[in-house]
């Protein structure tokens, strides 16, 4: 099975895709490319969109290469292959991102991308560091994962879904931020698991399973 | 609820440990890969690389350290030293940095702040502030290792690399560091308190208690330090533990 890291140069893409070929190496017949080249897409058993950075630059940039949206959309919405997103890539699945401006998202699952606005001052913003998860629905990519197992989080903004049935997990600060969210095939991270040590990795091990 | 991060920094010159690193039995004490893999094993919350010998030539060394830490420690990193443009943070994150820490040129010129922030998000870019007490209640930057004074404001200096979109402040007091009296508590607390981003306390850690002021008296949300976990005085599980004591919210494995 090959796994894509789609490639549209945001953030750190070294570090998932050195947390992805160590888990796929744990598996048989396992494959992890990185690329932007739409013919690989379509060739890849499932997907991943990582990111980092504001939205409407990440937006942009998936847009921008030729025929990588296209391949996206066709791999996810018609072919409906798994497809992991993973902070900013996790955002994108959202109707829309109101970071600097009003940004269409994939609209995958319908909410928005809104600032955190913790309402307590000793509360900072970026949201960062560990934090422990509520969880609140099950899940293939969340079996073994337990309430109070801590997720590494480094973000601005957050997704507010509109139905919240869709949403897995969840961690609080103040208010209620979404950790987890999926809808069919499509399953959205807004933590890194790539940086979350053994929590993180074993949820990439759990999605390179997942066969829906 | 979002936990006290507790970050052991690695100061690197030339791709080795200064000092090197003596709290396990590592084959190598002076290989940054090692320790960070052993920091990483240990629980430790995040990771700090300091390059303190940074100059244009040993740059490919500070990014290849990146990429060697990232291929094996999946936890979050930041690196330092030298950094001067949007290129070296580019650089830098694709090397496997998560952050990536400014000095001295965000003192230069801080719009080299908001160039990198517009580019790679807030999340990613720290600003290091090194600041002295010069009078009570007011503490000045200092460049070069606190040699070089520049006559201006640490609070103002903070409120204005926040402004241009850095998205957490590593704050060394340099009457402390390297002192082992504890924080400089009156500065942390006022860089905490007037900023809207998450700030690392640094300098003069020599106990546990240190670490639990800098976050109850300081107002820090993470607490860096160097030598009391590199030579072995305290572990990270009893660092955490002493914190959780004290009632500070820790993510205990």
Redesign the interface.
């Known amino acids: 099975m090959l796994t894509a890291l789609i490639d549209y140069e945001s953030?750190?893409?070294?570090?998932a895709q050195?947390?992805f070929e160590?888990m796929a190496a744990e598996l048989p017949n396992e494959e992890v490319i990185v690329t932007s080249d739409p013919e690989k897409l379509r060739r890849a058993d499932r997907l991943v969109l990582p990111g980092?950075?504001?939205f409407p630059?990440c937006k942009a940039a998936l847009v921008e290469k030729t025929g990588l949206y296209e391949a996206l959309l066709e791999a996810v919405e018609i072919d409906a292959k798994p497809f992991l997103g993973i902070c900013v890539g996790m955002q994108m699945m959202a109707s829309f991102g109101h970071e600097y401006q009003t940004t269409p998202g994939l609209d995958w699952i319908a909410g928005d991308i809104r600032p955190i606005a913790p309402t307590d001052p000793?509360?900072?913003?970026?949201?960062?560091?560990?934090?422990?998860l509520v969880i609140t629905g099950a899940h293939p990519v969340l079996e073994g994962l337990k309430n109070g197992d801590?997720a590494?989080?480094?973000?601005?903004y957050h997704f507010v879904l509109k139905d919240k049935a869709q949403r897995l997990a969840h961690?609080?600060?103040d208010d209620e931020i979404s950790a987890i969210v999926s809808a069919g095939t499509r399953i959205g991270m807004q933590f890194?698991p790539?940086?979350?040590?053994s929590t993180?990795?074993h949820l990439i091990s759990n999605f390179l399973n997942w066969r829906p | 609820m979002l936990k006290t991060r507790i970050i052991p920094c690695l100061d690197v010159a030339e791709g080795r440990v200064v000092k090197g690193v003596n709290f396990v039995d590592l084959v190598d004490a002076g290989d940054p890969v090692e320790a960070a893999r052993a920091y990483d094993a240990a629980g430790a919350d995040e990771l700090c690389f300091l390059d303190i010998k940074a100059t244009h030539e040993n740059r490919s060394t500070l990014f290849d350290l990146a990429r060697r830490t990232a291929e094996q420690c999946f936890m979050p990193l930041t690196v330092g030293g030298g950094v001067r443009n949007p290129a070296d943070v580019r650089n830098l994150l694709l090397a496997g940095a998560d952050k990536v820490s400014f000095n001295s040129a965000a003192v230069a010129d801080p719009d080299v702040i908001a160039q990198s922030a517009n580019h790679f998000g807030s999340q990613c870019i720290v600003v290091a502030i090194d600041a002295k007490t010069v009078a009570p209640g007011k503490w000045e930057i200092f460049t070069h290792g606190g040699r070089r004074a520049t006559g201006i404001d640490a609070i103002d200096f903070a409120l204005t690399v926040v402004s241009k979109g850095a998205g957490e402040i590593l704050l060394t007091s340099m009457d402390r560091d390297g002192t082992r009296v504890g924080f400089n508590l009156p500065l942390t607390r006022a860089i905490a308190d007037a900023v809207s981003v998450p700030v690392i306390a640094s300098g003069g850690v020599g106990s546990l208690d240190h670490l639990v002021e800098g976050v109850t008296q300081g107002g820090a949300s993470a607490v860096l330090a160097a030598s009391i976990f590199h030579f072995g005085d305290f572990t990270i599980q009893e660092a955490k533990a002493h914190m959780a004591a004290a009632g500070i919210p820790m993510r205990m494995s």
């Open positions: 953030g750190n893409l070294h570090s050195k947390a160590r980092d950075g504001a630059a000793r509360l900072k913003v970026p949201h960062m560091g560990w934090n422990d801590h590494y989080f480094v973000h601005s961690v609080e600060y890194h790539e940086k979350s040590q993180g990795l």
